[in-house]
């Protein structure tokens, strides 16, 4: 019963939009005004009622459903269009392949005793001081993100082993949250950085170089966090039940170990291989095969059982970013109020003295809602603080700001990952991050009003 009372005020609202009959059509993103007055407040309703209804354990489709309709009724958007831009925004989320075959092969990796080899070398090599593994964990995941510009193609390799060797420790994924936001904003292979070149006028060298000071700063402290919130909880390393790794010789786990080693080190170091010989030697194609191959070699399954993983592996992601596509088709149409604009714009109403915290605490406030792409969430507000000369390094800074922000989003696909990967509902993974990387916003801001 209370099930269908929670159901009641969504059908109605989605009933007067049909009996209401209106045929608007909605304006493309890149023609989206600002709405000023009292059509500002009520821009912002949908927004505010899909982040109330995924904090109460909404589904998330549920939740931007709820919002969707709204948007839809203030708008007049008409539900063939909806339909199209359901149809559109699923393929585009499921075009996001080099995250589904890092999280397929590792997948199998991990079914194959990789991992589990790599935690026992790991418990005999720190003598139980799991607290240096977790740090080390962020290093990887930081790494590997700034080397390829893909934050969850990287957390999908890297959570399975940090849960396997430490477990849930909100400080660690927090930590991994912060390392993969500030990496893939500010490398030279991300999506983000090619945008921020392309509206800001500037190479993607000089974007790079600008804010690698910056990024190192919060590397560090991801990697800080990680160290001391597991040193705090004093864990341990996590048992091994079946005490089947523990009896085997550190040579034997090490030659299991090097599909880990091998996939780890194709995502970190394949993208610098590539830009050095300038040929493109280290692709997906060619660590996939590599990877199965010695996962044949080096451990106990054969071919069949390789391939299977592999397939199993790809089922969890392929799942939820179906899921994603369908909210991202909500989100989309909550786009269409000019909300995201509004967001933006207030910077221009700032005092000159605080006008970049200010366009940094818009970019963080718009990258929590509409996490799932955020270079396309850059293409909505670079525009605005260009259109206010500011310098790469406060255009970095309003960059950086989003990353954090989708650290918070239930639709990002790294936090997607970390979800896949440490096995817990991505509304818990939000949870532990919103207090950290809020603590990380914070600091960005005095940065932003120190340095820009």
Same mark, same amino acid.
């Given at each position: 019963?209370?099930?269908?009372?929670?159901?009641?005020?969504? +059908?109605?609202?989605?009933?007067?939009?049909?009996?209401?009959?209106?045929?608007?059509?909605?304006?493309?993103?890149?023609?989206?005004?600002?709405?000023?007055?009292?059509?500002?407040?009520? !821009?912002?309703? #949908?927004?505010?009622?899909?982040?109330?209804?995924?904090?109460?354990?909404?589904?998330?489709?549920?939740?931007?459903? &709820?919002?969707?309709?709204?948007?839809?009724?203030?708008?007049?958007?008409?539900? =063939?269009?909806?339909?199209?831009?359901?149809?559109?925004?699923?393929?585009?989320?499921?075009? +996001?392949?080099?995250?589904?075959?890092?999280?397929?092969?590792?997948?199998?990796?991990?079914?194959?005793?990789?991992?589990? &080899?790599?935690?026992?070398?790991?418990?005999?090599?720190?003598?139980?001081?799991?607290? *240096?593994?977790?740090?080390?964990?962020?290093?990887?995941?930081?790494?590997?993100?700034?080397?390829?510009?893909?934050?969850?193609?990287? &957390?999908?390799?890297?959570? =399975?082993?940090?849960?396997?060797?430490?477990?849930?420790?909100?400080?660690?994924?927090?930590?991994?949250?912060?390392?993969?936001?500030?990496?893939?904003?500010?490398?030279?292979?991300?999506?983000?950085?090619?945008?921020?070149?392309? %509206?800001?006028? *500037?190479?993607?060298?000089?974007?790079?170089?600008?804010?690698?000071?910056?990024?190192?700063?919060?590397?560090?402290?991801?990697?800080?966090?990680?160290?001391?919130?597991?040193?705090?909880?004093? +864990?341990?390393?996590?048992?091994?039940?079946?005490?089947?790794?523990?009896?085997?010789?550190?040579?034997?786990?090490?030659?299991?170990?090097?599909?880990?080693?091998?996939?780890?080190?194709?995502?970190?170091?394949? #993208?610098?291989?590539?830009?050095?010989?300038?040929?493109?030697?280290?692709?997906?194609?060619?660590?996939?095969?590599?990877?199965?191959?010695?996962?044949?070699?080096?451990?106990?399954?054969?071919?069949?059982?390789?391939?299977?993983?592999?397939?199993?592996?790809?089922?969890?992601?392929?799942?939820?970013?179906?899921?994603?596509?369908? *909210?991202?088709?909500?989100?989309?149409?909550?786009?269409?109020?000019?909300?995201?604009?509004?967001?933006?714009?207030?910077?221009?109403?700032?005092?000159?003295?605080?006008?970049?915290?200010?366009?940094?605490?818009?970019?963080?406030?718009?990258?929590?809602? !509409?996490?799932?792409?955020?270079?396309?969430?850059?293409?909505?507000?670079? #525009?605005?603080?260009? !259109?206010?000369?500011?310098?790469?390094?406060?255009?970095?800074?309003?960059?950086?700001?989003?990353?954090?922000?989708?650290?918070?989003?239930?639709?990002?696909?790294?936090?997607?990952?970390?979800?896949?990967?440490?096995?817990?509902?991505?509304?818990?993974?939000?949870?532990?991050?919103?207090?950290?990387?809020?603590?990380?916003?914070?600091? %960005?801001?005095?940065?932003?009003?120190? *340095?820009?």
């Amino acid at each position: 019963m209370k099930k269908i009372k929670q159901l009641v005020w969504p +059908i109605a609202f989605f009933i007067t939009f049909i009996a209401s009959d209106i045929n608007v059509f909605a304006q493309g993103i890149d023609t989206i005004e600002a709405p000023s007055g009292f059509n500002a407040l009520l !821009a912002l309703v #949908p927004l505010i009622l899909i982040l109330v209804l995924l904090f109460l354990k909404v589904d998330m489709i549920f939740a931007g459903l &709820a919002g969707g309709v709204i948007a839809m009724l203030l708008v007049g958007i008409t539900i =063939p269009e909806v339909n199209q831009e359901l149809l559109s925004a699923i393929p585009t989320m499921l075009t +996001i392949t080099v995250p589904i075959i890092n999280s397929a092969v590792a997948m199998a990796v991990f079914k194959s005793g990789g991992y589990s &080899a790599s935690l026992e070398l790991a418990k005999r090599g720190t003598k139980g001081k799991v607290e *240096f593994v977790s740090g080390f964990l962020v290093i990887l995941l930081a790494a590997a993100t700034y080397m390829s510009g893909i934050g969850g193609g990287s &957390a999908i390799v890297i959570a =399975p082993l940090a849960f396997a060797a430490v477990g849930v420790v909100p400080e660690l994924i927090a930590g991994m949250s912060l390392a993969a936001a500030v990496s893939f904003t500010t490398s030279p292979a991300s999506l983000e950085s090619s945008v921020v070149s392309e %509206l800001g006028g *500037f190479p993607v060298t000089e974007y790079v170089a600008t804010m690698r000071p910056y990024t190192l700063f919060f590397v560090v402290a991801a990697v800080l966090l990680a160290f001391f919130g597991t040193k705090r909880r004093d +864990i341990g390393f996590k048992k091994d039940e079946s005490e089947e790794y523990s009896n085997l010789s550190s040579g034997k786990l090490f030659v299991m170990t090097l599909p880990a080693i091998f996939l780890l080190s194709a995502v970190i170091f394949g #993208p610098l291989l590539n830009d050095v010989t300038g040929m493109n030697l280290i692709n997906p194609l060619v660590y996939t095969v590599i990877t199965l191959l010695l996962i044949v070699v080096c451990t106990k399954f054969n071919f069949n059982e390789t391939g299977e993983a592999m397939i199993d592996g790809s089922s969890y992601i392929l799942t939820r970013l179906f899921q994603v596509g369908i *909210f991202l088709t909500f989100i989309n149409i909550v786009a269409q109020t000019g909300v995201f604009t509004l967001i933006a714009n207030v910077t221009q109403q700032a005092p000159d003295v605080i006008v970049v915290p200010v366009a940094v605490l818009a970019g963080i406030l718009i990258g929590i809602p !509409a996490g799932a792409y955020v270079g396309s969430i850059l293409t909505l507000i670079l #525009p605005v603080v260009i !259109a206010l000369n500011f310098s790469p390094l406060a255009i970095g800074l309003v960059t950086m700001g989003v990353g954090l922000g989708s650290q918070m989003s239930f639709v990002n696909i790294t936090m997607q990952a970390l979800s896949s990967g440490f096995q817990v509902p991505i509304l818990d993974i939000v949870k532990g991050n919103v207090k950290w990387i809020g603590l990380s916003s914070v600091l %960005l801001l005095v940065i932003a009003f120190i *340095f820009a």
